[in-house]
């Protein structure tokens, strides 16, 4: 059974950190590109950051990079999204997805996503 469990969003200031997680199981971990998107509300859900499965490769939305690293631990199939200089506008629910494509057939899951909050 393929699980992508998000964990660490919560209530920080403007200007701090958090550091999120993407617990993944039931799938090759390693064969899959990792993303992290994010919705607030009101809006559609936006790619962030992109992490190739060995993790040599990385993508950034212009409105976090800089600020956002995405990194990845194969050894424990674990996704993070270090979140610094936090603004509130970074305020939504994020969610983790697994994507592969094998040149015939895709393979996508999501996590259930994690709330961050900015706000003073």
């Known amino acids: 059974q393929v699980q992508l469990v998000e964990s660490g969003g919560g209530l920080v200031q403007p200007g701090g950190s958090l550091r999120l997680s993407c617990a993944a199981s039931?799938?090759?971990?390693?064969?899959?590109?990792m993303r992290w998107y994010r919705q607030a509300p009101g809006k559609e859900r936006e790619l962030l950051a992109a992490?190739?499965?060995?993790?040599?490769?990385?993508n950034y939305v212009d409105s976090v990079a800089g600020r956002f690293t995405i990194s990845r631990d194969n050894a424990k199939n674990t996704m993070y999204l270090q979140m610094n200089s936090l603004k509130p506008e970074d305020t939504a629910v994020y969610y983790c997805n697994a994507f592969r494509w094998t040149g015939v057939r895709k393979y996508e899951y999501w996590g259930q996503g994690t709330q961050v909050t900015v706000s003073s």
């Open positions: 992490i190739t499965g060995t993790g040599v490769s990385t």
């Open positions: 039931g799938f090759t971990f390693s064969s899959y590109v």
